[in-house]
């Protein structure tokens, strides 16, 4: 293959991380583990065989765990190194408790069919949600979770729940693994009142194109600047990737979206943001019946995201400075730090101007 490994470095760079999906066209490849862990009830079900036969033969250590939640014997001498090692190791299991964590604004319920993702994005929450646990769930009994699911819509009648299947991985990256999201994309079709969203940087989206979405999942593509992907989102595609993506999904019919998230001040970030317009307007090809979206998120950060995010990226771009910020109380009284008022206010107005300027026909679904 013309695989190739490419460091990337950041300006004050001390430590290199090598991202090895990336291949020298700009594409990058679906990813692969390097070690596949299986719970022993998950080989009762057909997904689970599957996979085990499938690393079976490509020679990919294959080992059993009591359970998901406790992983044992991810190799590495220092934390950093397990870490890394971590987000390259798979694990299969079973979803056992079938309650669906709320996830407003963007839906009413988070869809759990995977935790965990093989990117490095700097600022990502998962880093502190799941801790010590930061390999790669997948769950093998989707039917009970869409059951579940079905559940819950029929408790909200008349009115529409949605779900989003990406709160807890970027499950359009693991997707080549488990066919799950297409399931759901097909579930979700023949609910009257059920509607799914999702939101990727990942750019394999072909098995998904011919999903009978019915135009009940929204597809929706995180983006931003060239600075922020290539300083702070190491092992996810590249804006290119993830435009051509976009335009397959809209002559597939889908209702598109782009989350501009997270949104960061940095020198010369307004003109950064313009630009980001201007090239997707350049290239984005769509219809009405793709009922453009866009979400607004700007940067936050807890003080505990900042302390793992400061040993596990050391040297990142990322500037977390409470003395730059405003704290804003989230649910169950934790504190972000958000930009102060009159800066988070000058983002909104800018993107949003941006938004309107270049896609008049789209809608801001919020600024948060
Ligand atoms: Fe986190 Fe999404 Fe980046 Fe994966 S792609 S590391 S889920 S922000």
Redesign the pocket.
């Given at each position: 293959s013309n695989s190739k490994t490419i460091i990337y470095n950041t300006q004050t760079c001390v430590t290199f991380i090598a991202i090895d999906e990336i291949v020298e066209d700009g594409n990058m490849k679906p990813f692969v583990p390097d070690m596949v862990f299986f719970e022993p009830d998950s080989l009762n079900y057909p997904l689970g065989e599957t996979l085990v036969e499938h690393y079976r033969k490509l020679n990919i250590p294959v080992r059993q765990t009591t359970s998901h939640n406790q992983v044992r014997g991810i190799p590495g001498d220092t934390a950093l190194q397990q870490y890394r090692n971590a987000k390259r190791t798979l694990v299969v299991g079973l979803k056992k408790s079938l309650k669906f964590e709320p996830s407003l604004p963007s839906a009413e319920y988070a869809l759990p069919l995977a935790t965990g993702?093989?990117?490095?994005?700097h600022?990502?929450?998962?880093q502190t949600t799941l801790g010590k646990k930061p390999y790669i769930r997948v769950y093998v009994n989707v039917d009970d979770i869409l059951k579940r699911a079905e559940q819950y819509i029929q408790e909200r009648e008349p009115e529409i729940t949605r779900f989003d299947a990406?709160c807890t991985?970027?499950i359009v990256?693991v997707e080549h693994i488990t066919g799950s999201l297409k399931r759901a994309i097909e579930f979700m079709g023949k609910q009257t009142n059920g509607r799914l969203r999702f939101v990727?940087?990942?750019e394999h989206v072909d098995s998904l194109l011919d999903a009978e979405h019915n135009g009940h999942t929204r597809f929706r593509f995180?983006i931003n600047t060239d600075y922020v992907i290539k300083y702070l989102?190491p092992?996810?595609s590249r804006m290119d990737g993830r435009m051509a993506a976009a335009n397959k999904v809209a002559a597939a019919g889908y209702p598109l979206g782009f989350i501009v998230a997270p949104i960061i001040r940095y020198d010369g970030w307004m003109n950064d943001y313009e630009t980001l317009f201007q090239k997707l307007k350049e290239r984005l090809r769509y219809k009405p019946e793709n009922d453009l979206t866009f979400e607004l998120i700007q940067h936050r950060y807890t003080m505990t995201a900042k302390k793992i995010i400061q040993e596990r990226y050391p040297n990142t771009q990322l500037r977390m400075e409470e003395s730059e910020r405003q704290k804003k109380y989230g649910r169950y009284g934790r504190v972000k730090y958000v930009y102060p008022k009159m800066q988070a206010q000058e983002i909104k107005d800018h993107i949003t101007g941006l938004v309107h300027d270049y896609f008049p026909d789209a809608r801001v679904e919020y600024f948060t």
């Open positions: 993702c093989m990117a490095h994005c600022y990502c929450y998962l990406s991985s970027d990256g990727t940087k990942f995180s989102e092992g996810t």
